[in-house]
């Protein structure tokens, strides 16, 4: 059975993950987006892009923080079986 600090883990890593990977999504379409105003010359295309590229760091920092939440779960189950053979 699961500890609450394992759970709050797990559920940090679902909704940072999730979370994560929308904003990634979103970043990306919001680029390719950007990418046909410039080829269409509009004035805005530059700031699109960069809105679009910041959705996208920020879907990855998100995502990376998830792996983390992950990763202690991991870490204290090791321990935990470490302690009870």
Do not use: C, Y
């Amino acid at each position: 059975m699961r500890s609450e600090r394992e759970k709050k883990l797990m559920l940090k890593f679902w909704v940072k993950g999730g979370v994560g990977a929308m904003f990634l999504g979103s970043g990306l379409s919001v680029l390719l987006h950007g990418w046909g105003l410039r080829q269409a010359n509009e004035d805005n295309w530059f700031w699109v892009s960069t809105g679009g590229f910041a959705l996208i760091m920020t879907g990855l920092r998100l995502i990376g923080d998830a792996n983390r939440h992950r990763t202690m779960v991991d870490v204290l189950n090791e321990l935990d079986q470490r302690e009870n053979p």
